[in-house]
């Protein structure tokens, strides 16, 4: 297994990507995270749309702001985890990698391995940018950074766990679709278009509301305990450990299909 | 860790009632074959006579129908360390186009546990040492060869499968492979394996061939024995055809009637000979005729050829 871990390390650390994704998630989070700051930091009801309570406090401002990398971010790992699978069979690098490593398995669960770890990179820097482009725009104009808060340091603690499970699901999505292309289009628009909308959708029918709660968004959103959607009180969340483990069963059972699927026919 | 190897004995390769279809197509077909070690084996065939298909049943990639494979007695996927019993590339090698010649190395290096120096060996041991630190991307395909090449090197195995490893190559280079692949069996003993679609382009370079046409085996010997083949196609010219054909059919050899006489291949004109004068057969004509080794490969892998006179 060390050696498959070690391997797909390699892999990952060869070539442009991840540092590429890194960069542009930093500067996407850094860019919302001063845009949030700036509107929710200066006319907190303008940006609830009028729905929710009246106004939030200076420290649910921060939480929301700094986890900004969790709630719009997460389609950076996410996609990151996906190519980790996906390039090998667009390269058919897949010929080579299970040459070294017959063991089929042992290939998905090291990429799975490494995936969580590239996640929670990716967790630190999409925080990072979050809180670097936040925090000088809250002390400026809100009520302060709120950085020595403990509670609004354990959401951003959960915002790199959850990103680094978006990381881990891509793998799981990688490997069901390995097609590039197919997964790149799912992911985008799974994750921009249709949860969104099915999850105001749902929300608003009664017999749907409580469903909407299980979708992968959500579940992160429960995990990292506040968020843009939830602070707005707009939706309703599953608890935080709920949501983690909905969040990882999306992964494992993604991982197992395509395990049984993808991983199981010829590679010719 | 580096692997100090004094004699290098490859694995024998086993191939017994191999057979794989993919919907409609028979790809291979009931294949029993056997590779030694210390002797470069060319396995042939024309286009999509199952070759890869083969290969990659060998190599775990493709699950069989039916039939097995293996290498040492043992499939593929249940080596304990496969990377460093089998080295393989694959026909169209694959690399990951933003990664340099060494990092491609350095990716599967943990697999059989060999350093970073050890890269930089093989890599040298190819002729890629100047394109190293290159992206793979803008390689040749003759580079590209070579660097699929030196992957298969990385553990240092004592079998050896190639796809088509000439394809590509150069004059230069296809020289170079045949002084390296003979070197690493006839001097160190490594079982080598090489496919090719051209018998010319591997005729100079193996000692053994195995010939396979619709996914079945159609021909196994050492190269001499093909040779032979070549050289052995008599005409004979007589008024006793009926005769002769029932001599030819007696002996067991392969015939063609041609006006005036017959066209015998399997036997040498002194054979041919010897067995007309025993049998009192009037005989007016007997010369051995030639055929280019091309030409049995071809007659080998498409019977409809065999009924055209050479
Ligand atoms: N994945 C696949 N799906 C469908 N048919 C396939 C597949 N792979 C191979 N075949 C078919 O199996 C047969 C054998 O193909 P194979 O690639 O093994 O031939 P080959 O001897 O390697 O040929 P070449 O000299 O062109 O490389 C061909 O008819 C091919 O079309
Ligand atoms: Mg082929």
């Known amino acids: 297994m060390t050696p498959a871990v070690r391997s797909e390390w390699r892999k990952v650390t ?76 667009r390269h058919q690098t897949i010929t080579p990698t299970l040459l070294f490593e017959p063991r089929r398995s042992v290939v998905l669960a090291a990429k799975l391995v490494v995936n969580l770890a590239l996640g929670l990179v990716y967790g630190v820097i999409g925080t990072l940018g979050a809180i670097a482009g936040g925090a000088p725009v809250l002390a400026g104009l809100g009520d302060g950074m709120h950085l020595g808060d403990g509670e609004v340091l354990g959401n951003v603690a959960f915002s790199v766990l959850a990103l680094a499970i978006w990381a881990v699901i891509g793998v799981g999505l990688g490997t069901l679709l390995p097609n590039q292309v ?57 608890g935080r450990w709920e949501g983690a483990a909905v969040l990882l069963a999306y992964a494992v059972v993604f991982a197992l299909v395509g395990r049984f699927t993808t991983l199981r026919r010829d590679v010719t | 860790m580096t692997r100090e190897r004094t004699t290098v004995v490859g694995s024998t390769i086993e191939i017994n009632g191999l057979s794989k279809s993919f919907g409609a197509v028979r790809a291979v077909d009931d294949l029993s074959l056997t590779i030694r070690p210390g002797v470069v084996t060319g396995f042939l065939g024309p286009n999509g006579a199952g070759k890869t298909t083969t290969l990659r049943m060998l190599l775990g990639l493709v699950a069989a129908d039916s039939g097995s494979a293996t290498i040492d007695g043992r499939p593929y996927a249940e080596l304990a360390s496969p990377a460093a019993v089998v080295g393989a590339a694959l026909e ?25 120096a050890a890269c930089s060996r093989v890599l040298a041991q190819v002729g890629l040492a100047d394109a190293a630190r290159r992206k793979v991307g803008g390689f040749s395909l003759g580079m590209r060869q ?19 490893p000439a394809n590509g190559l150069d004059p230069e280079g296809i020289v170079w492979l045949r002084g390296f692949l ?17 018998l010319g382009e591997v005729q100079a370079t193996v000692d053994d061939v195995v010939v396979i046409a619709r996914g079945r085996l159609v021909h196994e010997s050492p190269l001499s024995d093909l040779v032979a083949m070549a050289a ?48 009192h057969l009037e005989l007016h004509g007997l010369a051995g005729e030639g055929m280019a080794l091309e030409d049995v490969f071809l007659k080998l892998t498409d019977p409809a050829r065999a009924q055209v006179p050479a």
Do not use: C, K
Request: no cysteine.
């Open chain 1, 182 to 238: 197919a997964a790149i289009v799912v992911i985008l628009a799974f994750t921009q278009f249709v949860e969104p909308i099915l999850r105001i959708g749902f929300a608003a029918v009664d017999a749907l509301s409580g469903l909407a709660r299980f979708f992968p968004g959500a579940a992160a959103e429960a995990l990292v305990g506040s968020s843009l959607y939830s602070t707005t009180g707009m939706l309703d969340l599953l």
């Open chain 2, 92 to 116: 169209a090698a694959s690399f990951h186009p933003g990664r340099t010649a060494l990092d491609h190395l350095r990716v599967h290096a943990p697999m059989v546990g060999v350093p970073d």
């Open chain 2, 232 to 279: 052995a196609q008599v005409r004979v010219s007589t008024p006793d055809t009926d005769g002769f054909v029932r001599l030819v059919t007696e002996q067991g050899w392969d015939f063609s009637e041609i006006s005036g006489g017959l066209l015998i291949s399997g036997a040498s004109p002194a054979q041919v000979g010897a067995a007309a004068h025993a049998a």
């Open chain 1, 14 to 89: 060869t070539t442009n990507l991840w540092w590429v994704l890194a960069l542009v998630m930093f500067a996407y989070t850094a860019f919302l995270g001063a845009v949030m700051g700036f509107s929710l930091a200066q006319q907190p009801e303008a940006a609830t749309g009028g729905m929710g309570d009246s106004a939030l406090s200076g420290r649910e401002v921060a939480q929301s702001v700094y986890t900004l990398g969790a709630s719009l971010g997460y389609v950076f790992p996410l996609v990151a985890g996906a190519l980790a699978m996906t390039s090998e069979f």
């Open chain 2, 146 to 164: 070579r660097l699929g090449l030196a992957t298969t090197l990385l553990g240092d195995p004592g079998v050896l499968v190639l796809d088509e």
């Open chain 2, 182 to 198: 003979r070197h690493l069996a006839h001097e160190q003993g490594r079982t080598v394996l090489v496919s090719s679609h051209v």
